[in-house]
């Protein structure tokens, strides 16, 4: 290890942190009623159809459709609002894979915006700049809990008549002047994978207010069914991306605690951003919320700025954090389209031109340049959501780490 790892002392924190998912008796009891009444699918059960509708409800939206992964609730969203084949999707550089998998997944072409520093989530004035004449939709999505600048996204889909698909994959519970994500624009997407704030394992929900987005989601899938005809009739190319019952229990069980849980990292997230914003070398992205704002703290981004830390490298920065206790890591390593499944383009089969020959556009992965993104890429460490789940004792220790580890490297520059 590095001689800036090891900055001496004892470790600022030995306890362990608050664990995640952490399990409630009530959830094993949860789950282990969905499993003794035997009814296991979907169409046996209740507690999928009543997660869908809780869920929906507590993020302001009319209906949910749940299936079996975050990247689906995507695919599935893009294909009811008939996205598809030629058909372009503006989605941010800093993301998850699933973001722009889906809108390949649905045979449209993503095309990569770059974010904004602070916040790390998509750029609404550079969107305006990559809209064509193929262009169908925005993707915007709320990395690490923090809503994306929704107030200009919807304000450039309206004047433009595109659709708007939150990726609400990291963001359950969190609120937007006011009004929770997944409901602001056509379609809403959730990730409830292992991780989430809202786990199950795996799921996905996605949430609408538009009940035809709704029927068309519903049935695709659903092995294309329609509610009310015949169970072996088959309406639209669907898939089996269906919830079980299993999850759908644990995820009711889960879901009476959300509002608590976001509401308490809420309050230390706000509370750590206070105490590190005094620390030089070390910017929280997380800026000041508006009226009616409350981030979901998914995780809490930490931007380096190495010249104010005598140019340590983030490798070395993470590994002294992590000596006094802070689990920590470096997020996305670089931009979602650096991958080699966008430079390389193995997303089509042999010799297929992207989108199959509906596209009349010309993409090319390799080369798109993102600047900000790529920065982000290279200066970024994550800390985790369950690290806000504890006491402000808790929080004072993770303080006090990036206090130490800051001073420590600044005194072996100056030394
Ligand atoms: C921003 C974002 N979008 C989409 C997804 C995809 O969700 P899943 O892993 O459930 O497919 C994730 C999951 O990590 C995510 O973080």
């Known amino acids: 290890m590095s001689k800036l790892a090891l900055l001496g002392g004892e470790p600022v924190r030995t306890k362990p942190w608050p664990a995640w998912p952490d399990v409630r008796e009530e959830d094993v009891a949860a789950v282990q009623d969905a499993v003794r009444s035997g009814k296991w699918g979907q169409q046996e059960g209740e507690h999928v159809a009543a997660f869908e509708q809780e869920f929906a409800a507590c993020h302001g939206a009319e209906f949910g459709v749940a299936v079996n992964s975050g990247t689906t609730a995507l695919q599935i969203a893009l294909e009811a609002l008939k996205v598809g084949p030629g058909d372009e999707v503006i989605v941010p550089a800093y993301t998850f894979q699933g973001t722009a998998a889906s809108v390949l997944l649905a045979n449209a072409v993503p095309v990569f915006a770059d974010v904004e520093p602070d916040t790390m989530n998509i750029d609404p004035e550079l969107v305006a700049g990559l809209i064509t004449d193929r262009t169908r939709a925005i993707m915007p999505v709320h990395l690490a809990g923090l809503p994306a600048a929704m107030d200009?996204?919807?304000?450039?889909?309206?004047?433009?008549?595109?659709?708007?698909?939150?990726?609400?994959?990291?963001?359950?519970?969190?609120?937007?002047?006011?009004?929770?994500?997944?409901?602001?624009?056509?379609?809403?997407?959730?990730s409830f994978q292992a991780s989430k704030n809202l786990p199950c394992g795996e799921g996905g929900l996605i949430a609408t207010n538009d009940e035809e987005v709704w029927a068309r989601a519903s049935g695709l899938r659903n092995c294309g069914r329609v509610d009310g005809r015949p169970f072996y009739e088959h309406h639209l190319l669907g898939y089996n991306f269906r919830l079980t019952e299993m999850q759908g229990a644990l995820l009711r069980s889960r879901l009476a605690h959300l509002e608590a849980e976001t509401d308490l990292r809420y309050r230390n997230g706000r509370w750590l951003t206070e105490q590190l914003q005094r620390l030089p070398g070390v910017t929280p992205l997380d800026p000041q919320p508006e009226e009616g704002d409350r981030r979901a703290y998914h995780l809490y981004p930490?931007?380096?700025?190495?010249?104010?830390?005598?140019?340590?490298?983030?490798?070395?920065f993470m590994a002294a954090l992590a000596a006094e206790g802070i689990p920590c890591m470096a997020g996305y390593g670089r931009p979602l389209y650096r991958n080699p499944v966008f430079e390389e383009g193995n997303f089509r089969p042999q010799g297929c031109p992207i989108s199959c020959g509906f596209y009349e556009g010309a993409v090319d992965y390799g080369e798109i340049s993102c600047p900000v993104a790529e920065d982000l890429c290279e200066r970024v460490v994550w800390l985790f959501h369950n690290l806000l789940l504890g006491s402000e004792q808790d929080i004072a220790d993770v303080v006090r780490a990036v206090e130490k580890v800051v001073t420590k490297h600044q005194e072996l520059v100056a030394a």
Request: charged letters at 30%; glycine letters at 12%.
């Open 302 to 316: 930490i931007r380096l700025e190495p010249a104010e830390l005598g140019q340590v490298t983030r490798e070395q």
């Open 152 to 190: 200009r996204v919807l304000e450039i889909a309206q004047a433009r008549e595109l659709l708007v698909i939150e990726d609400a994959a990291q963001a359950h519970g969190a609120v937007w002047r006011g009004r929770k994500v997944g409901a602001l624009g056509d379609a809403g997407c959730f």
